[in-house]
């Protein structure tokens, strides 16, 4: 359930007032205070392209589901939106990182961050969020792949990651998450474009 882990501190009544909305609307959505794989689905895709963009919204859970105990907390909720919105480049990537690592072992092999890629391709072109990608989801992977894994052991460090995509523009705009995606618009600022789109 809750994570030890306090709310990030803003001052300032916005915030508040913020924070507040965001509970009156995860509670009026999920009166119990918690949200389960099936209702985060079906609210991330309805905010999306439907079920088309239902193996993304799984991969995205399972990274908000901090402590993997199968559902997501408003603590947890709260606090990768916020770091979604306020984290630095770093932390936006470091979390990103998490999503692509599929099986939690600190590393991502070409196999998971395909299917990510799959996913997000998928869902990009039913929402029409870009303009059709000359690469396919296997051409990208296998780009990133060459620029990023620099030890050439066929897996991706978190710190490989991280430096790749910090050094490289069009990496880290094909990799670094960013919640606006659940809108089907697309964003307007260039440093916090979802990766996944190029």
Not at 81 to 109: N, P
Not at 114 to 130: D, F
Request: net charge negative.
């Amino acid at each position: 359930m809750g994570q030890a882990a306090t709310l990030p501190c803003r001052r300032g009544e916005s915030y508040v007032t913020e924070l507040y909305e965001w509970f009156r609307k995860f509670i009026n959505e999920c009166p119990s205070g918690l949200i389960t794989l099936h209702e985060f689905q079906r609210h991330f895709c309805n905010g999306t392209v439907g079920s088309e963009s239902a193996e993304y919204a799984e991969q995205i859970f399972r990274t908000l589901d901090s402590n993997g105990d199968g559902v997501v907390d408003f603590r947890e909720y709260v606090m990768a939106i916020h770091m979604l919105i306020e984290g630095s480049a770093v932390e936006k990537l470091s979390w990103s990182f998490k999503l692509y690592d599929k099986d939690r072992d600190g590393a991502i092999t070409k196999e998971e961050m395909l299917e990510i890629m799959q996913a997000v391709y998928k869902m990009s072109v039913a929402a029409a969020l870009t303009k059709p990608n000359p690469l396919t989801a296997e051409e990208c992977t296998n780009r990133i792949f060459v620029r990023l894994d620099k030890d050439n052991n066929a897996i991706i460090s978190l710190e490989e990651f991280v430096e790749g995509a910090l050094d490289d523009d069009w990496i880290r705009e094909m990799l670094e998450c960013d919640p606006s995606t659940v809108k089907v618009e697309r964003p307007q600022k260039r440093d916090t474009a979802l990766g996944t789109h190029g």
